[in-house]
């Protein structure tokens, strides 16, 4: 059972166009949606992250968007640039144990 | 300030070899996980501790075993090595439940482990 679910798996987007991914869970109980940014070779960073009190939160370019009624939550790009191509992970936690549910992942190129 | 150390960053074993990979935050984090990576399958929780001393299952546990004995060390431990274990193997470590914090995971850069 995949609790987190997360589209595209694969993204192409021009310099200073804007990328989008999505993600949706099911668990109710879930109270806490980073996304987390992977570079080759390297471990998942957090990159930004949301709780369920709050539609949308803002960071630079980075912007979640979240919709509780639905169960869905996405990331926004804003001015893509090269340097944003990462593999990206939604998330969710839930409970008191802190054990975060990922999404598959999205591999974002960002074309110059 | 190291964070989150893995040992060794790759190793090749053949099928039913044992090895252990070896994890350490000096962060004084309570909780460490971990995880592994597969193309396609994203990242899935294999063992996690909440603090010394104790270990739990997580969503793919079978043919792993961990061990906590000290609170900055989490040993992944592989008895019977399979082909299906080839996997990208990440360690985690978070603060855990400490008011004002957001348990934000912070991970290690990943061990290669090929099995033959």
């Known amino acids: 059972q995949q609790q987190v679910k997360q589209s595209p798996q694969s993204l192409i987007v021009q310099k200073g166009g804007i990328s989008i991914i999505n993600c949706a869970y099911e668990n109710t109980a879930f109270d806490y949606f980073p996304w987390y940014q992977q570079f080759p070779g390297k471990g998942p960073a957090l990159l930004i992250a949301i709780r369920p009190d709050v539609s949308e939160k803002k960071e630079g370019r980075f912007t979640i968007s979240f919709n509780k009624s639905a169960k869905q939550f996405s990331l926004h790009i804003m001015d893509s640039q090269p340097g944003d191509s990462a593999t990206y992970f939604c998330a969710a936690r839930g409970g008191s144990n802190y054990k975060l549910t990922f999404g598959k992942g999205t591999l974002l190129t960002v074309n110059p | 300030n190291a964070g989150v150390t893995q040992t060794p960053k790759f190793r090749v074993l053949k099928t039913g070899q044992s090895m252990t990979l070896l994890c350490a935050q000096d962060?004084?984090?309570?909780?460490m996980y971990w995880y592994r990576q597969d193309p396609g399958m994203g990242l899935r929780l294999i063992h996690y501790?909440?603090?010394?001393?104790?270990?739990a299952k997580g969503e793919v546990p079978d043919g792993y075993n961990v061990s906590r004995l000290k609170k900055q060390n989490f040993l992944l431990g592989l008895e019977s090595a399979a082909p299906s274990q080839t996997s990208v193997y990440f360690c985690a470590s978070s603060p855990g439940l400490v008011r004002g914090t957001t348990g934000e995971l912070f991970f290690g850069e990943g061990s290669r482990l090929t099995v033959l």
């Open positions: 501790s909440v603090g010394e001393g104790t270990t």
């Open positions: 962060m004084n984090h309570e909780y």
